[in-house]
């Protein structure tokens, strides 16, 4: 069974528009992690954010924001005012502590922003 | 400090020949990674190291990938014989059992069998 749920398959939008990518997840653990990658075209995967599941609080980084839901079990990733350069693919995944904390990605979803 | 190596980047290889991937974790990382890409699709885990132990090969196609770590540090994935279907990316991934468990990725290596 998926564990990881990203619906949204491809985004497009116009520079300087906000973007929010899903992200819904699945475990009975009580202990986990939620994170977010960015893979780029050049294919490496870059780390942006890591949550446990015991800390619900919202985060702001510059331009890029999270927002952590357990009651909904969303972990949703919103970039504002997008640029060019973020353009790439976003996975979301999830760690789990009867699984020897191993990330299990979702499908990724595709962001294209347009000048 | 030195990310995650891996080599080689890019691989040509005909059906049914052997390959090889191989990668170099961060210094200090016990924990050791294997995942496989394919195209338009998330990583998925094909073997997980502590150490030098493999703790959880499940998805890993024992017919023809073999996987070792022998000195609990450089690691080496083969496939043999390779199919049309292993057309991907290899990634290899390292994390720090002290830390908050980020894993810190390679750039990959990408298989074409023809």
């Known amino acids: 069974a998926q564990k990881v749920t990203q619906a949204q398959t491809e985004i497009s939008v116009v520079e300087k528009e906000d973007v929010t990518l899903d992200c819904v997840y699945e475990?009975?653990?009580?202990?986990?992690?939620l994170f977010w990658y960015k893979q780029p075209p050049s294919g490496e995967l870059v780390f942006l954010i890591r949550r446990n599941s015991f800390d619900e609080q919202n985060e702001i980084s510059g331009r890029y924001s999270w927002n952590f839901q357990k009651s909904t079990s969303s972990f949703n990733f919103t970039i504002t005012a997008s640029q060019v350069v973020d353009s790439a693919v976003y996975f979301c995944a999830l760690s789990e502590a009867n699984s020897g904390y191993a990330l299990n990605f979702g499908k990724g979803t595709s962001l294209l922003v347009t000048p | 400090e030195a990310g995650v190596v891996q080599s080689p980047r890019y691989k040509i290889i005909e059906k049914k020949q052997p390959v090889a991937f191989w990668c170099n974790p961060i210094?200090?990382?016990?924990?050791l990674y294997w995942y496989l890409q394919n195209l338009g699709q998330g990583p998925e885990l094909l073997i997980r190291?502590?150490?030098?132990?493999?703790?959880?090969d499940s998805q890993l196609p024992k017919d023809r990938f073999s996987a070792e770590r022998l000195k609990g540090v450089d690691s080496t994935l083969k496939i043999q014989p390779a199919e049309l279907g292993d057309s991907a990316v290899y990634l290899c991934?390292?994390?720090?059992?002290?830390?908050?468990?980020?894993?810190?990725f390679g750039e990959g290596s990408r298989l074409t069998v023809l």
């Open positions: 475990t009975r653990d009580t202990t986990y992690y």
């Open positions: 991934a390292s994390s720090d059992p002290r830390g908050t468990g980020e894993l810190f």
């Open positions: 210094s200090g990382h016990n924990t």
């Open positions: 190291y502590e150490n030098e132990e493999a703790v959880d």
